[in-house]
C-alpha cells in the first residue's frame, strides 16, 4: 500500500476547503499553519504533507506560535472530552498526585516566565519526563525557549497528521 492510497490523505486531498481546514485547525491551531497546508493539497504522499508542515512550522511569527499554543492544554490537564490531549498526555495519567502537584506548580511558574503553556511532545514520555524536560527548560532564555517550542510543535504536528493521514 503506498502512502497515497491512505484512506485518511485521500479524503484530505478530496475534501472542500472548510472541511479540510477543520482537520488542520484539530492539528494545529495556528492559521497561518492552515492556511500553507491548505493551500498545497493535494499532497502525493503523506512524506509530503510532512514535509510541507515542517516548511509551514518553521515560518511561523511569534504571533502564529502564540495562536498555536493557544491549542494546547497544560500538561496534567488535558481537555476534557478531547481523546488526542488524553492520549498524547496519557504518560500523566498514572502520575501520583505529588507530581501532578509538582507538574502544576511548575507549568504555573512556567507560564508566568514565558506568556504561554509549557509545550512539549507528550507522546510516549512518562510524567517524570515531562516534569524533568519542564525543569530544565525553565531556566531557559525566550529566545531558547521559542527554538525549542517550534521544534515540540513540529513533532506534535507530524504525529497528528499521520493520524489525519492513516484514518480510515
Not at 123 to 129: A, I, K, P, S
Request: aromatic share 4%; charged share 25%.
Amino acid at each position: 500500500m503506498t502512502a497515497l492510497q491512505h484512506p485518511g490523505l485521500a479524503r484530505f486531498n478530496a475534501s472542500e476547503d472548510r472541511a479540510a481546514l477543520a482537520a488542520l485547525h484539530e492539528v494545529c491551531a495556528s492559521s497561518a499553519w492552515g492556511g500553507k497546508l491548505l493551500a498545497q493539497r493535494p499532497y502525493a504522499d503523506a512524506e509530503a504533507l510532512y514535509r510541507a508542515s515542517d516548511a509551514a512550522t518553521a515560518e511561523l511569527t511569534a504571533d502564529d506560535l502564540a495562536e498555536a499554543m493557544a491549542g494546547h492544554p497544560p500538561i496534567g490537564r488535558p481537555k476534557p472530552g478531547d481523546p488526542t490531549s488524553a492520549r498524547e498526555q496519557s504518560g500523566m495519567a498514572g502520575a501520583s498526585e505529588d507530581l501532578r502537584a509538582e507538574m502544576l506548580e511548575l507549568n504555573l511558574a512556567y507560564q508566568d516566565r514565558f506568556g504561554h503553556v509549557f509545550l512539549i511532545c507528550a507522546t510516549g514520555r512518562t510524567g517524570e519526563q515531562m516534569r524533568d524536560a519542564l525543569r530544565e527548560r525553565i531556566g531557559n532564555t525566550p529566545e531558547q525557549e521559542r527554538a525549542i517550542v517550534r521544534t515540540e510543535l513540529g513533532m506534535i504536528n507530524r504525529i497528528r497528521l499521520a493520524r489525519l493521514a492513516e484514518s480510515g
